[in-house]
């Protein structure tokens, strides 16, 4: 049988950890939504091909192709098909927040898919914040959308 004063001590110790457990929780970050490894996750393996640029359908490049983007999950690094050359680099992501890097590019010369290589690239560049959903990818600038992506179905 319990005393008084170990039924106190009792109480006291599992209101001290129950209070220590939400003092840690209370300084965790929330969960965010758009973390890096669920973002890796969602785009990583798939092509997704370019649809509009700067609200307007985008157009298609060299042999009637449209661009491409392709996330590679293990090395946060990102190329495909820019309308004419291929093209790669790296991006950053912190939450919402998307950047892409320096591009690499091949240096072909194509009759068709030039303009569509140098706007691509621009948005790239302008790129700050995306949104998700399972099949659409929308890159924004500063004041708005700069490309939509759909993702590409096998």
Same mark, same amino acid.
Not at 51 to 59: F, V, W
């Given at each position: 049988? $319990?005393? @008084?004063? #170990?039924? !106190?001590?009792? @109480?006291?110790?599992? %209101?001290?950890?129950? /209070? %220590?457990?939400?003092? +840690?929780?209370?300084? &965790? ?9 669920? !973002?890796?996750? #969602?785009? /990583? ?10 609200? *307007?359908?985008?157009? +298609?490049?060299?042999?009637?192709? $449209?661009?491409?983007?392709? !996330? ?24 919402? #927040? ?19 290589? #140098? &706007? ?11 949104? +998700?959903?399972?099949? &659409?990818? *929308? ?9 939509? !992506? /759909?993702?590409?179905?096998?």
């Amino acid at each position: 049988m $319990r005393t @008084r004063a #170990s039924r !106190f001590t009792h @109480r006291l110790r599992t %209101a001290l950890a129950s /209070s %220590a457990l939400v003092a +840690l929780a209370a300084c &965790q970050p929330p969960h965010a939504v758009n973390s890096e490894p669920e !973002f890796r996750a #969602s785009v /990583s393996g798939v092509d997704w091909e370019l649809m509009e640029l700067d609200g *307007k359908t985008a157009p +298609l490049g060299a042999g009637g192709r $449209r661009a491409t983007l392709r !996330f590679d999950a293990d090395t946060a690094r990102v190329g495909g098909f820019s309308g004419c050359n291929r093209f790669g680099g790296t991006y950053t992501i912190n939450g919402d #927040s998307l950047r892409f890097g320096p591009m690499a590019m091949t240096r072909m010369a194509c009759t068709a898919g030039m303009d569509l290589e #140098s &706007q691509l690239s621009a948005a790239l560049e302008a790129t700050r914040r995306y949104e +998700l959903s399972s099949t &659409q990818l *929308k890159l924004l600038g500063p004041s708005g959308p700069v490309a939509r !992506f /759909s993702r590409q179905i096998p």
